[in-house]
C-alpha cells in the first residue's frame, strides 16, 4: 500500500477570489503529489506564476512559482491509501500527462461550465484543476467519486470521506 495526496489551496488571487466567491468554497485549487513532501505537484494551473493568462498543466513546488510569490496560501493537505498496483498506474499517467503536457490546456468554458452547474465531458486534454486530479485518479482505477471526473470541484476533494486530512494551515510551514 502507498500514499498519494491530495492538496487544495487558496492563493489569494484574483482568479482564487473569484473561484472562492462564486463557489462557496475555502480552497479553489487542486494539486497531485505522489510525494510526502509535496515536491512536485501537478495540477492544471500558470505556466507563468505571474500571470494568469496562459495556464496549463504544471508541476508545482511549496517554495517556488506562484507559492513562493503567494507566501501566504492557506491549504489542506490529504492523503490516500492506495494499492501499488494503482500507485504505479498513477505515476505512469502522471508521467505520461507530463511528457505530453504542451498538448493540456486550461479550460476556462470548462470552468464556467462548471460554476453554472451545466459541466460537459473532457475533450482535447482540456481540464480544471479538480477535472484534472480526478481524471488522473479515476484514469488509474482509484475510484473516489460517484460522479464523472468532468463534474469534480475543489468542494468534492473537501467534502470526501475517503480522503484523510493531514495538515490545514499555511502552505510554506507544512
Known amino acids: 500500500m502507498r500514499e498519494i495526496y491530495i492538496v487544495t489551496t487558496y492563493t489569494?488571487?484574483?482568479?482564487?477570489s473569484v473561484i472562492r466567491k462564486l463557489s462557496?468554497?475555502?480552497?479553489?485549487?487542486v494539486s497531485l503529489s505522489l510525494e510526502p513532501?509535496?515536491?512536485?505537484?501537478?495540477?492544471?494551473?500558470r505556466v507563468?506564476?505571474?500571470?494568469?493568462?496562459i495556464a496549463g498543466l504544471v508541476q508545482e513546488n511549496i517554495s517556488q512559482g506562484l507559492y513562493a510569490?503567494?507566501?501566504?496560501?492557506?491549504?489542506?493537505?490529504?492523503?490516500?491509501?492506495?494499492t501499488?498496483?494503482?500507485?504505479?498506474?498513477?505515476?505512469?499517467?502522471?508521467n505520461n500527462s507530463w511528457k505530453d503536457r504542451k498538448s493540456y490546456k486550461y479550460d476556462?468554458?470548462?470552468?464556467?461550465?462548471l460554476k453554472m452547474d451545466r459541466p460537459k465531458p473532457i475533450k482535447e486534454n482540456r481540464y480544471v484543476c479538480s477535472n484534472f486530479v480526478a481524471d488522473m485518479l479515476a484514469m488509474s482505477g482509484i475510484n473516489i467519486f460517484e460522479k464523472p471526473s468532468y463534474m469534480i470541484?475543489?468542494?468534492?476533494?473537501?467534502?470526501?470521506d475517503k480522503l484523510t486530512l493531514v495538515y490545514e494551515g499555511r502552505l510554506s510551514d507544512y
Open 48 to 53: 507563468y506564476p505571474r500571470t494568469p493568462i
Open 69 to 82: 510569490l503567494k507566501p501566504n496560501t492557506e491549504c489542506r493537505v490529504y492523503s490516500l491509501t492506495v
Open 153 to 160: 470541484q475543489p468542494i468534492d476533494f473537501l467534502t470526501n
Open 84 to 94: 501499488d498496483r494503482e500507485y504505479t498506474k498513477l505515476k505512469l499517467n502522471i
Open 37 to 45: 513532501t509535496l515536491s512536485p505537484m501537478y495540477a492544471m494551473g
Open 12 to 16: 489569494g488571487t484574483l482568479l482564487s
Open 108 to 113: 476556462v468554458r470548462g470552468l464556467v461550465r
Open 24 to 29: 462557496d468554497v475555502p480552497y479553489a485549487h
